[in-house]
């Protein structure tokens, strides 16, 4: 079950990285996100983890390719 913060932050951040990601990478762009997330989903399920730790880990999941935005190495 995703709370309603992380519904926030990705209705908020997969339209930022659309926008501010380089259409140059070929990887690392919101489908691979989208991907990351879905197989952190099913982690956490996997590991039965609470709500606190699904919500942390799908965080994780959902930034962890902020610093492209910033530089591309």
């Given at each position: ?59 994780a999941a959902l ?11």
């Amino acid at each position: 079950m995703l709370t309603v913060r992380f519904k926030n932050a990705l209705a908020w951040w997969i339209p930022e990285l659309e926008n501010q990601l380089s259409t140059d990478f070929k990887y690392h762009n919101v489908d691979h996100t989208l991907s990351v997330l879905e197989y952190c989903r099913l982690l956490a399920e996997d590991e039965k983890l609470n709500t606190e730790e699904t919500e942390i880990l799908l965080f994780a999941a959902l930034f962890h390719d902020y610093g492209f935005i910033k530089s591309p190495i």
